[in-house]
Every structure is written in structure tokens, then in C-alpha cells.
């Protein structure tokens, strides 16, 4: 089946075909015709399997055919959960809809930046993407009603109520029209997800792309570990960086603390690097990202929580320099290379306190990843 296929206009398939896809994606063959026909629709597929544009062309094409929304009454919403999510998903939206003979505005919302250039930007906005901390305090301002929202996108639904949004979803949620389009999207289901799809959806179409709790892709994803001690990540590190030369390599901690350490030290030893986390400002962290995308930033270092953000086509190299507290983190940490049908590599470092949960994880992944004790490795002088 080719796009042609599943009733876009020949102005979005021409888009389409210029960036290089032919086929499209499973998620997309099902969720378009769905959408188009103003199904609501939960739609659950792996990390990189082609979520963003199974919704973004199907309501850029209702958009296209309908009525220009009065100003500051969005017709689509699109709920994230972080500010990088926010970016990659309007990046998309402007994308395909620069192939719109009438255009389509659309605009990013989030915290960590002034609110006022934002309240100025909503004038005449179709598409929304938005954080939920940040919508509300734009609707508090009266920069953006809701009484007239046609769709509302629940992007990374799994995350939404994970991340301690259920307070502020119930708040926007009283403020939408009941008459209205729902689409959730996640790459995990799980029990908030269900809880939040009853409270949404009417009469879904669902659509789970089977998976096996494991990125479509992972078959592309060469996993490799080393056994290490705790004092000797450090070295091991910059020894992998600097002996295979990796160009573009995204570095997991699991907090805050070790990513800006393991930062330092690879900067100190010679290695351009950027952390990406929370406590970062959101100039510091769009910059780093975009250093990191181009190819300017050899590695870049991110806490779990920022990753979800991270969407980079032929990310070759990720390393896992801490484990994730849950299989599902890890498998979407290696979710991140591997992505559009281009093979990757996944490097784990595991210490001896960490031997159990790795094997736990592994038994999950349902695939067993070839150790390496790093031991014997001289790592002097890194």
C-alpha cells in the first residue's frame, strides 16, 4: 500500500514522497483512513515506528477543508509532556503543511521561556502543541480559548499522567467542547493509559501494532554490554568515543546530577559534550539539541525524561552508561538509533550491582545481549 492509497491530497503525498518515504508506516496505514473519517482513535506502536504523521496528515487535511479558526480559538490541540516533544511535533506540523495551498499556522507552547512572546504568537493559531503547565497558564491570560477545540491529540499518552499531569489534564479537559475529535498515541499501554482512554474516547478505533514490548526496529539495534566496575565508567566512556571514533553518540544517566559529571569529564578529557536535562534552560537545551542533530555536538548527554524529545533519523550510537529503572525505559532508550529502517548500536554498562536488573530487562526485551567484561581492558590514560 502506498500513500496514494489512504486519502491524502496529491499536494501532501508529493511532500511525502520529497522527504523520501514510499510506503507508509503500519500505525499510518490505519490511523489515517480512521482519522480522516473523525473516528477517535487510540493508536499504541513502538518508539520511531511513524506515530507523529499518522495524525499530523490527517488533520492537516481536515484543516485544509474547513473554515479559518476565529482568532485565538484553536480547532486542534496537542498535549505532550515535554518542551522537546513540543519542538520535534511542530516541526512536523510545518513540514506537511508547507504543501497547504491555504495555510495552516501552527505554534509550540511550553515552560522554561517568557510567556509574553508566546501570548503575542497566538494570534490566528490553528494547531496548538502545548505542555499542559503552560496551556493553562495561557488560558488563565485569555491568550487562547478552548471552547472550540475539533481535536484534541494526547502525544506520549502513557507519559501524561506518569509525569504527575493528572491534576492539570482534568483542568483542560473541563474546558473543551464535549463535541469534539479524540486521538491518543503512546508506545506503551498501560493501566493510566486505560484510565485516561475511558475518560476520552468515544467508541475507538484501536489500533496495536504488535511489538512484543520492543521498538519495531530492534532487529536493527546491535546490543552490546561491558561488565565494569563503577570507577572505571568514567574511562571506559571515553575510551569507546575516542577508540571507535564515534561521531554522534547519545549518553542515558538516570539523573540529573550524573549527567552534568559525566559531561565534565568527558570535556575535561578532550570530548565536546552537552548534558540535556531539566534543570538546563530551555535556550541551553534547544541549542544542544540542535548542535547534537547537526552534527556540530559529538555527544550528547540526557536524563530519561528529556529524551522522549529526541527524534533524530540516523542516530548511529546510543549508550546506556546507567541502567533505566524499568525494561520498558530501556527499551525505549534504544529506541532512539535504529530509527527508519537504518541500524544502530546500543552499548550497556552494567557493574556488579547491576547484573540482576540486567538480566531482568533482558528477559523482558526477550533478547540477550553479548557481554563483554571490560576488565582486561587497558583504559589508562582515559
Same mark, same amino acid.
Request: hydrophobic share 40%.
Given at each position: 500500500m502506498?500513500f496514494s492509497?489512504?486519502?491524502? /491530497?496529491?499536494?501532501?503525498?508529493?511532500?511525502? /514522497?520529497d522527504q523520501?518515504?514510499?510506503?507508509?508506516?503500519? =500505525?499510518?496505514r490505519e490511523?489515517i483512513?480512521?482519522i480522516l473519517?473523525k473516528?477517535?482513535v487510540?493508536?499504541i506502536s513502538?518508539?520511531?515506528?511513524g506515530?507523529?504523521?499518522?495524525?499530523v496528515l490527517?488533520?492537516?487535511?481536515?484543516? #485544509?477543508a474547513n473554515?479559518?479558526?476565529?482568532?485565538?480559538?484553536?480547532k486542534?490541540?496537542?498535549?505532550v509532556p515535554?518542551?522537546?516533544?513540543?519542538?520535534q511535533v511542530?516541526?512536523?506540523f510545518?513540514l @506537511?503543511?508547507?504543501?497547504?495551498?491555504?495555510p495552516v499556522?501552527?505554534l509550540?507552547? @511550553? +515552560?522554561g521561556v517568557?510567556i509574553n512572546p508566546?501570548?503575542?504568537?497566538?494570534?490566528?493559531?490553528?494547531v496548538?502543541v502545548?505542555t499542559?503547565?503552560?496551556?493553562l497558564?495561557?488560558v488563565?491570560?485569555?491568550?487562547?480559548h478552548?471552547s472550540e477545540?475539533?481535536t484534541l491529540?494526547?502525544?506520549e499518552a502513557?507519559k501524561m499522567?506518569?509525569? +504527575?499531569f493528572?491534576e492539570?489534564?482534568?483542568?483542560i479537559?473541563?474546558?473543551?467542547?464535549?463535541?469534539?475529535?479524540?486521538?491518543?498515541f503512546?508506545?506503551t499501554?498501560n493501566?493510566?493509559l486505560?484510565?485516561?482512554n475511558?475518560l476520552?474516547?468515544?467508541?475507538?478505533v484501536?489500533i496495536?501494532?504488535?511489538s512484543?514490548d520492543?521498538?519495531e526496529n530492534?532487529?536493527l =539495534?546491535k546490543?552490546l554490554?561491558?561488565f565494569?566496575s563503577?570507577?572505571?565508567?568514567?574511562p571506559?566512556?571515553?575510551?569507546?568515543?575516542k #577508540?571507535?571514533?564515534?561521531?554522534?553518540?547519545?549518553?542515558f544517566?538516570?539523573?540529573?546530577y550524573e549527567?552534568d559529571k559525566v559531561t565534565?569529564?568527558?570535556r575535561?578529557n +578532550?570530548?565536546?559534550a552537552a548534558?540535556?536535562h531539566s534543570?538546563?534552560?530551555?535556550?541551553?537545551?534547544t541549542?544542544?539539541?540542535s548542535?547534537f542533530? /547537526? +552534527?556540530k555536538l559529538p555527544?550528547?548527554v540526557a536524563?530519561d525524561?528529556?529524551?522522549?524529545?529526541i527524534?533524530?533519523? @540516523?542516530l548511529?550510537?546510543v549508550?546506556?552508561?546507567e541502567l533505566?529503572?524499568?525494561?520498558?525505559?530501556?527499551?525505549?532508550?534504544?529506541g532512539?538509533t535504529?530509527?527508519?529502517?537504518?541500524?544502530?548500536?546500543?552499548?550497556t554498562?552494567v557493574?556488579p550491582?547491576?547484573? #540482576? #536488573?540486567?538480566?531482568?530487562i533482558q528477559k523482558?526485551?526477550?533478547k540477550?545481549?553479548?557481554?563483554?567484561?571490560s576488565?582486561?581492558?587497558?583504559?589508562?590514560? @582515559?
Amino acid at each position: 500500500m502506498s500513500f496514494s492509497n489512504l486519502g491524502l /491530497s496529491s499536494s501532501l503525498i508529493k511532500i511525502i /514522497s520529497d522527504q523520501g518515504y514510499t510506503q507508509p508506516y503500519p =500505525i499510518q496505514r490505519e490511523a489515517i483512513p480512521a482519522i480522516l473519517k473523525k473516528k477517535d482513535v487510540l493508536g499504541i506502536s513502538a518508539t520511531g515506528s511513524g506515530k507523529t504523521a499518522s495524525y499530523v496528515l490527517p488533520i492537516l487535511m481536515g484543516l #485544509h477543508a474547513n473554515v479559518v479558526s476565529k482568532n485565538r480559538h484553536v480547532k486542534v490541540l496537542v498535549l505532550v509532556p515535554t518542551r522537546e516533544l513540543a519542538t520535534q511535533v511542530l516541526d512536523v506540523f510545518k513540514l @506537511f503543511g508547507s504543501a497547504l495551498a491555504n495555510p495552516v499556522k501552527s505554534l509550540a507552547v @511550553f +515552560g522554561g521561556v517568557s510567556i509574553n512572546p508566546q501570548m503575542m504568537a497566538m494570534q490566528n493559531v490553528d494547531v496548538l502543541v502545548a505542555t499542559p503547565g503552560r496551556l493553562l497558564e495561557l488560558v488563565e491570560s485569555n491568550a487562547v480559548h478552548l471552547s472550540e477545540i475539533d481535536t484534541l491529540v494526547l502525544d506520549e499518552a502513557d507519559k501524561m499522567l506518569n509525569l +504527575g499531569f493528572e491534576e492539570e489534564m482534568n483542568r483542560i479537559l473541563e474546558l473543551l467542547p464535549r463535541k469534539r475529535q479524540n486521538l491518543l498515541f503512546s508506545a506503551t499501554l498501560n493501566e493510566n493509559l486505560e484510565s485516561i482512554n475511558k475518560l476520552v474516547l468515544r467508541n475507538p478505533v484501536v489500533i496495536k501494532i504488535e511489538s512484543n514490548d520492543e521498538p519495531e526496529n530492534i532487529d536493527l =539495534i546491535k546490543q552490546l554490554g561491558y561488565f565494569v566496575s563503577e570507577d572505571r565508567k568514567g574511562p571506559l566512556l571515553r575510551y569507546l568515543i575516542k #577508540h571507535n571514533e564515534l561521531k554522534q553518540v547519545l549518553v542515558f544517566t538516570s539523573s540529573v546530577y550524573e549527567a552534568d559529571k559525566v559531561t565534565d569529564k568527558l570535556r575535561k578529557n +578532550g570530548i565536546d559534550a552537552a548534558a540535556m536535562h531539566s534543570k538546563k534552560s530551555q535556550g541551553a537545551r534547544t541549542d544542544a539539541l540542535s548542535r547534537f542533530k /547537526s +552534527g556540530k555536538l559529538p555527544v550528547l548527554v540526557a536524563t530519561d525524561l528529556i529524551s522522549r524529545g529526541i527524534d533524530i533519523k @540516523f542516530l548511529p550510537h546510543v549508550i546506556n552508561y546507567e541502567l533505566p529503572r524499568s525494561p520498558k525505559d530501556y527499551i525505549h532508550r534504544i529506541g532512539r538509533t535504529g530509527r527508519a529502517e537504518n541500524p544502530g548500536e546500543a552499548i550497556t554498562f552494567v557493574t556488579p550491582e547491576d547484573v #540482576h #536488573h540486567f538480566r531482568v530487562i533482558q528477559k523482558k526485551m526477550g533478547k540477550w545481549v553479548t557481554m563483554i567484561d571490560s576488565e582486561g581492558m587497558d583504559l589508562s590514560g @582515559f
